[in-house]
C-alpha cells in the first residue's frame, strides 16, 4: 500500500507531506498540520463536527480522504479570524449570542455558517434552520446559534469574510 | 472507525477507470463523493484493497440537453444539480428530490452517479429515475450500454453493474405535455434518511384521463421500487373518478418486504408509505391539469 505525496493550501499556507491513501482529511490537519480545531465527533458523516471548506465548499473533513485533496485549497477554523485575531463576523457572533457552550461542535457551526451565508446573505429562518440541520450540538438547545447566524446575516460583511468563492 | 488500508488510484477518464477496474478485479472499488463509501469503509462494512477515484477523471461531469432528453455525468454532484437552471426546467422531479438528500455539506460532494450505483432502498433519486423511466448509461470492456431504470436495481444495494462497469451518465427524459410532478417523503428529522417516501409523475392527455404514470417508492423494500401495478391501474382512467387513497393503498400493496427497524415497524411504514403516494400523486395530479 504506498504512501502518496500531495500538495494542498491550508489556510493559505502551502504544505505538502506523503501520507498513506487512507488517512482521512480530518485526520491529515490535526495530527499532519497540528491544526486540531477540526474536531471529530462520529467519523461517518453525521455530526458535522469536521466540516472544513475544500475548495470553498463545506464538506464533512472525515468523509474526504487527504489524497483527495491534492492541489486543492483548505480553510478550517483556524483560518476564519483575520490575521490579527479579529473574529470573523460568525465567530463574533457565536460569542455575542451564546452560540457555544463547551464549543466541541464550535468549528463545525462556524464553517458551514460562513459557506451558508456567504451564498445566501440574508436568509429566513426556515432557511437558517435547514441550513444548520447538518451540525449537531449536544449544550446549547440550538437557540442561541440560531439568534447568533441571524446576528452574522444582519452584519454587513455577512460570512463573506474568510470564504473564498468556490472555483 | 478507521478505514483499512488500500491502493489509491486517480484515472484521467472513463477508458482508464474501466481499464483500472477489469485488471484489479473484485478487490476494487469505485469511489465518487465519498459520502455512502467512506462511512462504509470507516465501520469496515466494506474492505476493498484498490480505490479507484473518479476526481480527475475527465467527461464525466456536466449537464448536457440532447435529442429530448437531459443527460447528467455520473460525477455531477447533487449540488450541481439542484443549482441548475436546465434541471429545474426540464426534469422538476430531481430539482425538487434533491433538496430532501441529507444536508448541503453531503451534497457538496455527493454524485448522481453514487446515489444510483450505492442503490440505497431509502434514497431519493433510484425512485425518481423510476418514476420517470430514466435511462442509465455503462461502460465495461465489452463496451457501452443502457440499462432502463426499471432493470438497474436488482437486490439489496445491488444493481445490474457488473464489477468491472463504470456508471458513466443518466438520461432523463425532458418534461413535455400536461404533466405534473411530485415527490413526498416523511423523516423525524430534516437530512435523515425517509422512513418512507415517493415520486410521482403523471401526463394526461386532452380529456384529462391519465395518459402515463410513474409512482417510485423508497424506504418501503429491500430495493428501490416501482408501483407498476398502481401505475397500470391509473393509467387511460378518467383522472376525476381516481381516488387518490386508493392509488396509496394499491402502490405501498405491491411490496413485499416493506423494512422494520427501530424508526419504525413494518405496519407503521406501510401507513406512511400510503400516505406519501396520496399525497405526491395529487400534487402531481393538480400540476398536471394546470400545465
Ligand atoms: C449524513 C448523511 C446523510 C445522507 N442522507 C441521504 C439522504 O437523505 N438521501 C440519500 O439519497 N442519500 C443520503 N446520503 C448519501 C449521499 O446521498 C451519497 O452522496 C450517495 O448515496 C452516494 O453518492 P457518492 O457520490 O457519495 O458515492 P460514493 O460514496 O463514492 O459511492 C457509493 C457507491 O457507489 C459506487 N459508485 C459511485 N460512483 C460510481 C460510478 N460512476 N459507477 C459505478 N459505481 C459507482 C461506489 O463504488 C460505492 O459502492 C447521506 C449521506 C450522509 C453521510
Ligand atoms: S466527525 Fe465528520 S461528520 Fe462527524
Ligand atoms: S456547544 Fe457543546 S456540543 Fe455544541
Known sequence: ????????????????????????????????????GTHL????????????????????????????????????????????????????????NHGLQCGFCTPGFVLSVTALLRDNPDPTDEEIREGLSGNLCRCTGYQGILKAVR????????????????? | ?????????????????????????????????????????????????HLVDLRRADGLRGIERRDGVLRIGACTTQAMIERSAEVARDVPLLARATPLIGH???RNRGTIGGSLAHADAAAEYPAVALALGARIQARS??????????????????????????????????????AGFAIEEFARRGGDFAIAGAAVAVELDGDDRVRRCGIGLF????????????????????VAGIDADEVGRAAVAESGSVPADLHASADHRRHVGA????????????EAAHA
Open chain 1, 41 to 96: 465527533g462520529c467519523e461517518h458523516g453525521v455530526c458535522g463536527a469536521c466540516t472544513v471548506l475544500l475548495d470553498g465548499e463545506a464538506v464533512r473533513a472525515c468523509l474526504v480522504f487527504a489524497v483527495q485533496a491534492d492541489d486543492a485549497d483548505v480553510t478550517t477554523v483556524e483560518g476564519i479570524a483575520a490575521p490579527d485575531g479579529e473574529l470573523s463576523p460568525v465567530q463574533a457572533a457565536f460569542r455575542d
Open chain 2, 275 to 286: 400516505v406519501v403516494v396520496t399525497r405526491a400523486w395529487r400534487r402531481a395530479v393538480q
Open chain 2, 219 to 238: 424506504g418501503l423494500g429491500s430495493t428501490p421500487l416501482r408501483a407498476a401495478a398502481a401505475e397500470a391501474s391509473v393509467t387511460g382512467a378518467a
Open chain 2, 141 to 178: 470492456p465489452r463496451g457501452e450500454r443502457t440499462v432502463p431504470a426499471d432493470r438497474f436495481f436488482t437486490g439489496m444495494w445491488t444493481t445490474e453493474l457488473a464489477e468491472d462497469e463504470l456508471l458513466t451518465a443518466v438520461d432523463f427524459p425532458v418534461r413535455d405535455g400536461r
Open chain 2, 104 to 106: 448541503f455539506q453531503i
Open chain 1, 151 to 167: 446576528a452574522a446575516a444582519g452584519t454587513a460583511a455577512g460570512g463573506a469574510a474568510a470564504a473564498e468563492e468556490p472555483r
Open chain 1, 1 to 36: 500500500m504506498p504512501d502518496a505525496d500531495i500538495r494542498m493550501r491550508v489556510n493559505g499556507v502551502t504544505r505538502r507531506a506523503t501520507v498513506p491513501p487512507r488517512l482521512t482529511l480530518a485526520d491529515y490537519l490535526r495530527e499532519h498540520c497540528g491544526l486540531t
Open chain 2, 1 to 49: 472507525m478507521k478505514p483499512a488500508a488500500f491502493d489509491y488510484h486517480a484515472p484521467a477518464d472513463a477508458a482508464e477507470a474501466v481499464a483500472l477496474l477489469s485488471g484489479l478485479g473484485e478487490d476494487a472499488k469505485i469511489i465518487a463523493g465519498g459520502q455512502s463509501l467512506v462511512p462504509m469503509l470507516a465501520l469496515r462494512l466494506a474492505v476493498p484493497e
